[in-house]
């Protein structure tokens, strides 16, 4: 199985830059994921890593050091639909994501 | 295109009734998944099927059951309700090619409550 830690809350302000950090244990790892989820609404696809090292997309960009099980998600000139909360998913080999128990992160002007 | 459609969006139910909660994708996707997510303790999986004719069991299968007569439909069933199972529900459907990112995709969720 995986255990997936992340840190429940965070605040920043507008236009600052917030790393949200995902530590994981794993038994089979085959990829990290991150999700945006807004309140109410489905969890949307951010960004995947399965190599070392950092993906950038936008504003947004991802880490992963799979030596360490640690992966982060930086989010850059925050902007208030930023505000949400950020989920980290480890996938296995049998391809089955295990989520981590979410982020909320609060963007404030 | 319509991605994933769940239905219904919202439902309240008596503890002891039976309810079938539905999932269709039109993405032509070989795999599915039924998540719960509670306050604080994130998404879980409770069955999956990784092609149409089989299905498996995830994190928190009890109480739950599933079919997967075809590739689009993947209904979740709640026997016999109880509070306990209050919670969204949320479909996810993926390729699993093996060969780019297989990402699951999310539909808008059903928000289910047992009393």
């Known amino acids: 199985g995986q255990n997936i830690d992340q840190p429940t809350e965070m605040t920043a302000t507008e236009g600052a830059i917030v790393q949200i950090n995902c530590t994981y244990q794993?038994?089979?790892?085959?990829?990290l994921f991150w999700y945006q989820q807004h309140a109410g609404e489905a969890p949307t696809f951010l960004s995947y890593?399965?190599?070392?090292g950092l993906e950038e997309k936008g504003r947004f960009s991802s880490f992963l050091s799979r030596s360490k099980g640690y992966s982060y998600l930086l989010l850059k000139e925050l902007q208030m639909k930023d505000s949400a909360s950020y989920l980290c998913?480890?996938?296995?080999?049998?391809?089955?994501?295990?989520f981590g128990a979410g982020t909320t992160v609060t963007v404030r002007a | 295109i319509a991605g994933i459609t769940q239905a219904p969006t919202s439902q309240i139910l008596a503890a002891g009734r039976r309810m079938t909660l539905r999932c269709t994708q039109d993405?032509?996707?070989?795999?599915m998944y039924w998540y719960r997510q509670d306050l604080g303790l994130g998404l879980r999986l409770i069955h999956y099927?990784?092609?149409?004719?089989?299905?498996g069991k995830g994190e928190v299968p009890d109480g739950y059951s599933v079919s997967r007569a075809n590739t689009d439909d993947f209904p979740l069933t709640l026997a016999s309700a109880v509070p306990s199972q209050t919670s969204v529900y949320f479909c996810?459907?993926?390729?699993?090619?093996?060969?780019?990112?297989?990402?699951?995709?999310f539909g808008p969720g059903t928000r289910l409550t047992v009393l």
């Open positions: 993405m032509r996707h070989n795999a």
């Open positions: 794993t038994s089979g790892f085959n990829g």
């Open positions: 890593n399965v190599l070392d």
């Open positions: 998913a480890v996938r296995d080999s049998d391809y089955k994501l295990s």
């Open positions: 996810a459907s993926s390729v699993t090619s093996g060969r780019g990112t297989d990402t699951q995709y």
């Open positions: 099927s990784n092609t149409a004719g089989t299905t």
